[in-house]
């Protein structure tokens, strides 16, 4: 959020919200929001903007299709992740592919990946176990981004994908996505053709994320026309996936994009979101020896098995107040296609609805004393009674998030286990600030101290004595 010492930027007469936008976007939602309550109006430039902030208009918004679609084929987010679920503006189609997609992310399918999940987990902490002295500062955020990115794609392509030369990296993931958020927010940037560094180094990321797809995906049906057997990957299975209606399966350009966006979708938000949660265990002691607690009476030093997840209650509702606070969807977009009235406005056929997602979870109505963390607001009698559409951090309605049950077990498996092995401590010495863009990322990333809570020797079996 905007600094408190800093002003945010007035609205001008030609650029309306633009510059505010563009500055802090919270900051300016949170204003609209002062001034105009749950439904405020916004202008970037010539585009009317209309910010949600009430669980009962987010639901109408949500499920209302016909009048309430995804952005246009002008949606900036296209450039990267093409046709996919998350950008397809055509419902018929969406509708179509969703239908494909969809069953590949039900529980028992999520539950048969959480061996691949765990190897990279294992992996990741037996490099700190290796690599750093006790009292380490690390970079918690980078080490999350990139086993995060490592988790969806070995889920995707059963092999390591990521290295320095490798063109999937997390790096290059976020800049094409910071890239083609800030086009959404500047109608006025030059178009993709002109030669800027920006566009020049998105279109060498781009282009190498393409070759790297393509290659995969003719490896991959090399290997089937070959007999081999199946590896019952996530690309295997988008492959097999099958039209209902016609039996028709996906093009390689259809596969391209639907890899693209789950490789996208599928790890920032969920690392963000940990990120987040480490940071408020890090500076909320009392919650934080609560739930080393619950890990080491469930756990007892050993790594959690998927058995084991819905033994650690506390660890999910950690999460779900972590998303709250600090959704790392903070907006969700629409584009209205027909007219409507909302709140006090009459809106035009093409207008822009957000969700403000992040003013709504901290809306007073729905969540006393917004600012706190307390997981057990999502504890069976905490969510007693509370709308279903006051939390929304996997939006709602059709669009739901696809992966939600994927990114839930890859976090609880997360915090259970850094948090069994690693005390982590959030180094004053650095500062913490969140930035929204597409996503809400911890601007300076979140710099912690570790130290091993068990010793190795406890983590590895012991050798047999010599005589
Ligand atoms: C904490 C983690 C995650 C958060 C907060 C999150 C958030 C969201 C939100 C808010 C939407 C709705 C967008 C809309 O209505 O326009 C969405 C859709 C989507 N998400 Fe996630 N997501 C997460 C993890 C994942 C993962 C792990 C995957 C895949 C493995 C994934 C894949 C997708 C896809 C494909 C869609 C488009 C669904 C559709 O429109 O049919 N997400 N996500």
Redesign the pocket.
């Known amino acids: 959020m905007l600094n408190p010492r800093q002003r945010l930027r007035p609205r001008l007469p030609l650029l309306g919200d633009a510059p505010a936008f563009r500055q802090d976007l919270l900051a300016a939602l949170a204003r609209g929001r002062f001034e105009q309550g749950d439904v405020a109006r916004y202008r970037l430039g010539p585009v009317e903007v209309y910010g949600v902030s009430s669980p009962e208009v987010a639901e109408r918004v ?1 499920t209302d299709s016909d009048t309430f679609g ?1 952005l246009g084929p002008d949606n900036p987010l296209r450039l990267a992740l093409g046709d ?3 950008t397809r503006s055509d419902h018929e189609s ?1 509708l179509r592919n ?1 239908r494909m997609v969809a069953p590949i992310y039900h529980r028992r399918r999520v539950e048969a990946m959480y061996t691949t999940m765990q190897e990279c987990v294992e992996e990741m902490l037996a490099r700190w176990d290796a690599e750093l002295a006790p009292g380490a500062v690390i970079d918690l955020h980078t080490q999350l981004m990139h086993v995060t990115l490592d988790i ?1 794609s070995r889920c995707m392509f059963s092999t390591p994908m990521i290295s320095a030369d490798s063109a999937l990296r997390p790096e290059s993931v976020e800049y094409a996505v910071t890239y083609t958020f800030l086009r959404l927010q500047n109608p006025a940037a030059p178009p993709t053709w002109v030669p800027t560094p920006a566009n020049r180094r998105f279109g060498t990321i781009i282009g190498g994320l393409d070759d790297l797809m393509a290659t995969m995906i003719t490896e991959r049906r090399q290997e089937l026309a070959a007999g081999l057997p199946g590896k019952e990957d996530l690309l295997d299975m988008l492959m097999q996936a099958t039209d209902a209606d016609t039996g028709d399966r996906m093009s390689d350009t259809e596969l391209r994009d639907e890899i693209i ?2 490789l996208a ?2 790890h920032e ?2 690392a963000i ?1 940990l990120t987040w949660a480490f940071y408020l265990l890090s500076i909320n002691p009392g919650w934080r020896r609560r739930v080393i607690e619950e890990v080491d009476t469930v756990l007892g030093g050993r790594p959690p098995t998927v058995a084991d997840l819905p033994r650690l209650p506390l660890i999910g509702q950690v999460f779900d107040e972590a ?1 709250r606070m600090f ?3 903070p907006t ?2 629409r584009q209205t296609r027909k007219p409507v009235r909302l709140g006090p406005y009459d809106i035009e056929v093409g207008s822009r609805i957000l969700i403000d997602v992040h003013g709504l979870h901290r809306n007073r109505r729905h969540w006393p004393d917004p600012d706190v963390f307390d997981p057990l607001r999502f504890s069976p009698e905490g969510r007693a009674g509370r709308s279903r559409w006051a939390h929304l ?3 709602g309605g059709p ?6 049950q ?2 839930l077990q890859e ?1 609880q498996l997360l915090l259970a286990s850094i948090l069994g092995r690693y005390d982590v401590r959030h180094h004053p010495g650095y500062p913490v600030d969140d930035r929204a863009t597409i996503t809400l990322r911890p601007r300076h990333g979140l710099h912690v101290v570790l130290h091993p809570r068990i010793a190795p020797a406890r983590l590895t079996p012991a050798l047999p004595k010599v005589a």
Do not use: D, I, Q
Request: net charge positive.
């Open positions: 949500l995804k996919g679920l998350l969406w969703r969806v966006t789950t979708a599928g938000t969920t979101t998303l959704p790392s969807s969700v977009p951090p996997f939006g669009h739901l998030c696809v992966g939600k994927f990114a976090a």
